[in-house]
């Protein structure tokens, strides 16, 4: 993020950085209605130390990303849990919120917001079924398999099974996605949701991770799951959405 000012507007700080968003919303800044006024104005009306407000901005800096690609399996599955779907059970709520609001306060000047919602819910109501079967089904059985001396035996047979019910879903995820890219980058005027908007997910590189991919390719890699339960010559999507 550029060098941020209390002269900035609200609306601008989201645009540039989107995770801005949660930390307006710590202070009850409203940068969507409000997303007009600077950050010194919005502090003055609800009371807020601007200069709280900049460092808890300033503390939104990125750390280096972990090499997944160096993780052990058990280890990985670990961080896409503790990591991705995290932020997507803690995101999603507050998204739903965010356009169930847009919606209510301009939808009747612009119908094409119901589709928009419709488009979100959708994806909400798969994705958020798709995350708990990883966390109760597959997850488990990878670890198990990774620390596993002998071949385990898995209710569902081999864990390509899993992975090849995961995978469908990812595509659905990623069709409901290129939906939404298309309505919002061809239907919604600036005067919609100037900042809230950009609060949402970046819809052209926000994708569903790629859990099979990547654990698939580091328990098939693995001594332990030569076996009966290895995954096989299966072939899946990387993050892009390409074939790996």
Not at 162 to 176: F, K, Q, T, Y
Not at 210 to 226: F, I, Q, V
């Given at each position: 993020m550029s060098e941020l000012t209390i002269d900035r507007t609200l609306a601008d700080v989201v645009t540039e950085e989107p995770g801005a968003a949660r930390v307006l919303e710590g202070f009850g800044l409203d940068y969507c209605c409000g997303g007009r006024r600077t950050l010194a104005d919005a502090c003055r009306r609800e009371g807020v130390d601007p200069n709280r407000v900049l460092d808890a901005l300033g503390d939104?800096?990125?750390?280096?990303?972990?090499?997944?690609?160096q993780m052990a399996p058990e280890e990985l599955v670990d961080h896409l849990e503790t990591t991705h779907h995290a932020y997507l059970h803690a995101e999603l709520p507050r998204l739903h919120a965010l356009v169930d609001k847009v919606t209510g306060v301009h939808g009747g000047r612009h119908a094409e917001l119901a589709d928009v919602r419709a488009a979100f819910v959708a994806l909400r109501d798969d994705l958020e079924p798709h995350l708990r079967k990883e966390e109760?089904?597959?997850?488990?059985?990878?670890?198990?398999l990774a620390t596993a001396t002998e071949p385990p035996s898995f209710h569902c047979g081999t864990l390509a099974?899993?992975?090849?019910?995961?995978?469908?879903?990812?595509?659905?995820?990623?069709?409901?996605?290129?939906?939404?890219?298309?309505?919002?980058?061809?239907?919604l005027p600036p005067t919609v949701a100037p900042a809230t908007g950009r609060s949402t997910p970046d819809w052209p590189s926000w994708r569903p991770t790629?859990?099979?991919?990547?654990?698939?390719?580091?328990?098939?890699?693995?001594?332990?799951?030569?076996s009966s339960s290895s995954v096989g010559p299966h072939r899946g999507r990387d993050h892009s959405g390409s074939p790996t």
């Open positions: 939104l800096a990125p750390g280096p990303e972990p090499d997944w690609a109760s089904v597959l997850f488990p059985m990878i670890r198990e099974n899993p992975i090849s019910v995961m995978l469908a879903e990812h595509d659905r995820a990623g069709e409901l996605l290129a939906t939404l890219r298309r309505m919002t980058a061809t239907s790629s859990t099979c991919t990547s654990t698939r390719r580091t328990t098939c890699s693995s001594p332990r799951s030569s």
